[in-house]
């Protein structure tokens, strides 16, 4: 369902294999080193949420190529932006040569929540591509002027995938809250996991 010019909500994408094999890549890719960490952010706040970066790694305001501890980002894996592309066919009818070279895998326990922010640090426009598992989320997906009103909350559930192009690139949106155990029981997974694929516009 087209949620907003751009944004395309298809529930139930990921088939259940998919979202296991995910949630064993997401367990590798959070362990140490360049593994899972809170962000700092520039006021001297940490965010509630986990994350680990593949590809580059994110920090407030660019991507640099050595995470928290110094160690090299991982590498974001092939097989990953071929997911991206058949998301992205599935969201438009064709992929417009998209090729994703980072990944932003956040995790949410019980009370971690994401405020509404802009997605501003990638030097390319081409679209987003959210992948959810585990908890449901309330996603609050607002305008591109401000934090405010006007904003429509949709449930992102397990196996959800949501895209994010064209006008909609750079809208205000944000995770106001998940709901804690509804995770389906075949993943065994307390919380939830949002895999982001992206384009950095950043020469390899
Ligand atoms: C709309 N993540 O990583 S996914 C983020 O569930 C982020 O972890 C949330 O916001 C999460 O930056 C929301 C949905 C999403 C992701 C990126 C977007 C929506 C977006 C970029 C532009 C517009
Ligand atoms: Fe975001």
Known sequence: AEVAPGAVHVPGWLTADEQRRLLDAC???ARSPAGMRQTRLPGGGVMSVRT??????????RYQRTADDGAPVKPFPAWLADLGRRAVATAYGHDGGYR???????????????????????RSLAPVVSLSIGDTCVFRFGNTRDRGRPWSDVQLESGDLFVFGGESRLAYHGVPKTLPGTAPPFLGLRGRLNLTLRESGLSP
Not at 52 to 61: D, I, M, N, T
Request: charged share 30%.
């Open 100 to 122: 994703p070279d980072i990944a932003l895998v956040n995790f949410y326990d019980a009370e971690a929540r994401m405020g509404q922010h802009q997605d501003k640090d990638e």
């Open 27 to 29: 367990r590798e890719w």
């Open 52 to 61: 680990v970066c593949l590809g580059w790694h994110w920090v407030p305001y």
